[in-house]
């Protein structure tokens, strides 16, 4: 290892280029030869070879590397060599279910827990923290604070006006996971508790996400045709007066039938980027969205207001509000359960098996919260715009249990189908989109620490001194298998994933190791 500190303090001082070699002399842990190098950074691919040792990349240009030895030789001819992707918007248990098979099988090597608002950790981050480091996780993992957990460990749980003082505690909170390694905040305004927040108290949180150089990515307040438009706006306010960095989360348009909807929505964008707000945006590539069930019903069936009561004594309003409600969400056909026990059933089928109109399916056995399903709102022209735009990057918004296949085949239907099939992306635009600009993005592109401890090395770029997140595939044999009906079918083509500098998934096969670990921002 010497010897190598050694080399990466040499490129640092004498500003040597990526093509000054390694030392010969020792035997290194995996070298690849012979590959389409696609960098991350979205440059053009070149012929070239890759040495990694001890969790690092200690080599990634076009010289040949014959004279180097190393315990595992990969010979990369006709393959792809790729920073291993990064999804900023995951969802799973980390404690519980932490191998994420699912993303490390689509090429994903990293992912960001903590969205839409709800995030884990909130009462100690350090103890979570270690606790999924000891659960060995199958991908590297980063944290961001989730503001409507955190509003309601402030205590201002349901409360629309908080006052100073709760807002100091709603601050602090926040203040105290970003300095013990979150990456930003999350907020979630179209969910409860995150809908009961106002201008005042989201310049709040901006202002502290700022101070630590983080990064709001927000599910917006609502994603409707005529509503995505202002909801933007509000975050990009948001980001305006906290003077903080703002993303949008999943970025859609329910309902947008044609591309001019895809580009007003980048207009809008690109007007608050000329007067000096950053925002970006990431889109997951499907034309159905997933989300609790709660997202049919109308605010005054919602918590704090009593259900029960609501049913009560506003029943044949609520009935009316939700037959219209899904009537124009393409209707009942649209929606797929994804909670047992109508899992994998429209609600069209289930009304159908129950015998009675699927408002009342819906009121007396989906209330809200009660189940979460896909829905079939989204245009796909729309999305290809979205994420054809250069500020857009790509994410799954999956899990392992999500009954919709964007969790297990995201990143590998970029590849299947925008770039191997349509063209619309070259090779080097996509894995940029899914790697070098995310990274970017998140702040995982320069060392944050120890420049010996992976937890804080740079990553997204196959470049001398980044962790060793390595991908060798060939792009045409990349196959998303996940399908609304069989959601979890694990993506196949990705011949070599390497996390870390160690071979997680060899010719395709699960080699049995999992060294993830937790990254952290400082």
């Known amino acids: 290892m010497k010897h190598i500190l050694g080399w990466f303090l040499l490129i640092l001082v004498l500003g040597c280029t990526q093509e000054t070699l390694p030392p010969v002399d020792i035997t290194y842990d995996v070298k690849i030869e012979n590959a389409r190098v696609v ?10 070879s890759i040495l990694i040792n001890d969790g690092f990349i200690v080599y990634a240009g076009s010289s040949e590397l014959s004279g180097y030895n190393a315990k595992e030789s990969i010979d990369a001819k006709g393959r792809v060599v790729a920073p291993g992707f990064i999804d900023p918007h995951a969802h799973g248990n980390a404690e519980v279910d932490p191998a994420f098979r699912n993303f490390w099988s689509m090429g994903v090597t990293t992912i960001f827990l903590g969205l839409d608002g709800s995030s884990p950790g909130i009462a100690n981050l350090p103890e979570w923290m270690e606790k999924v480091q000891q659960a060995n ?69 901006a202002e502290v996400v700022s101070q630590y150089d983080g990064l709001i990515l927000s599910h917006i307040r609502n994603e409707d045709e005529d509503q995505v438009s202002n909801s933007i706006r509000e975050l990009i306010q948001m980001g305006r007066e ?81 037959r219209e409600r899904v009537q124009r969400r ?33 009121i007396d056995h989906l209330p809200p919260g009660s189940a979460s399903g896909a829905y079939f709102v989204m245009n796909m022209d729309v999305m290809r715009q979205l994420l054809l735009d250069p500020h857009v990057m790509v994410s799954s918004d999956g899990s392992p249990t999500m009954e919709h296949p964007r969790g297990y085949g995201s990143f ?18 996509a894995i940029y989109k899914m790697t070098g600009q995310t990274a970017e993005l998140l702040g995982i592109d320069q060392a944050r620490g120890v420049s010996d401890a992976l937890n804080f090395a740079p990553r997204g770029i196959l470049k001398p001194g980044f962790a060793a997140d390595v991908l060798v595939f060939n792009p045409s044999n990349i196959v998303d298998k996940a399908v609304y009906e069989e959601p979890h079918q694990y ?32």
Not at 39 to 48: L, S, V
């Open 242 to 322: 906290g003077n903080a960095r703002v993303h949008v989360s999943h970025i859609k348009v329910v309902f947008g039938n044609e591309v001019d909807d895809a580009n007003r929505v980048i207009a809008v964008m690109d007007s608050a980027r000329a007067a000096g707000v950053a925002i970006t945006a990431d889109v997951y590539p499907y034309a159905a969205s997933y989300t609790g069930i709660g997202i049919l019903y109308p605010d005054w069936a919602l918590p704090p207001n009593n259900f029960k009561e609501v049913v009560q004594t506003r029943r044949p309003e609520l009935a009316q509000y939700l």
């Open 39 to 48: 960098d991350g950074t979205g440059a053009e691919a070149f012929q070239g």
């Open 412 to 429: 590998a239907r970029i590849i299947r189908q925008f770039v191997e099939e349509e063209g619309v992306l070259s090779l080097e635009e």
């Open 137 to 205: 996780p199958g991908v590297n993992i980063a944290h961001t604070v989730g503001h409507g957990t955190a509003r309601r460990y402030s205590g201002i749980g349901l409360q629309r006006n908080p006052d100073n003082t709760q807002l100091d505690s709603l601050a602090h909170i926040i203040d105290t996971q970003l300095r013990d390694g979150s990456f930003g905040v999350s907020t979630g305004i179209e969910y409860i508790p995150g809908v009961f927040a106002n201008r005042e108290e989201l310049a709040v949180v």
């Open 491 to 522: 993506a196949i083509g990705f011949d070599y994933v390497i996390i870390n500098g160690e071979i997680v998934q060899q010719e395709g096969e699960f080699t049995g190791t999992r060294p993830g670990i937790m990254l952290k921002k400082r």
């Open 330 to 362: 393409n209707g009942p056909t649209a929606t797929l359960i994804g909670t047992a026990p109508w899992t994998g059933k429209t609600l069209a089928q289930i009304a159908e098996e129950l015998d009675k109109p699927f408002e009342d399916v819906l």
